[in-house]
């Protein structure tokens, strides 16, 4: 089992940067695919980007890509988010999840953090 806190959250202007962190409780963090959602009110939550359990394997959602990075150090047992040239339309409560393999659905992860809001301003 892991437990997952995320931090990072917060409010920037348009083209702005934010790097979120997601905190793994447990020895086993290595041991797990993890990757970033987000939800929007009255929207679904929405795959973001996937990391494989050794960090050379990643993955993104076509709205993120190149602007997005997703990394992870194993050590630290954390997760990273680095969001460059921000839009309002990234605004949205970001996940943190784990689970056996990378997955863009939020079926395939088995634990998830609470969530940190982000909020881009036009």
């Known amino acids: 089992q892991v437990q997952l806190v995320e931090s990072g959250g917060g409010l920037v202007q348009a083209g702005g940067s934010l790097r979120l962190s997601c905190a793994a409780s447990?020895?086993?963090?290595?041991?797990?695919?993890m990757g970033w959602f987000r939800q929007a009110p009255g929207k679904e939550r929405e795959f973001v980007a996937a990391?494989?359990?050794?960090?050379?394997?990643?993955y993104y959602a076509d709205s993120v890509k190149g602007r997005f990075t997703i990394s992870r150090d194993n050590a630290k047992t954390t997760l990273y988010l680095q969001m460059n040239s921000l839009k309002p339309e990234d605004t949205a409560v970001y996940y943190c999840?784990?689970?056996?393999?990378?997955?863009?659905?939020?079926?395939?992860?088995?634990?998830w953090g609470q969530g940190t809001q982000v909020t881009v301003s036009s």
């Open positions: 999840a784990a689970g056996p393999f990378p997955h863009s659905s939020p079926e395939g992860y088995d634990y």
């Open positions: 447990g020895r086993t963090f290595s041991s797990y695919a």
């Open positions: 990391v494989s359990r050794s960090g050379v394997n990643t």
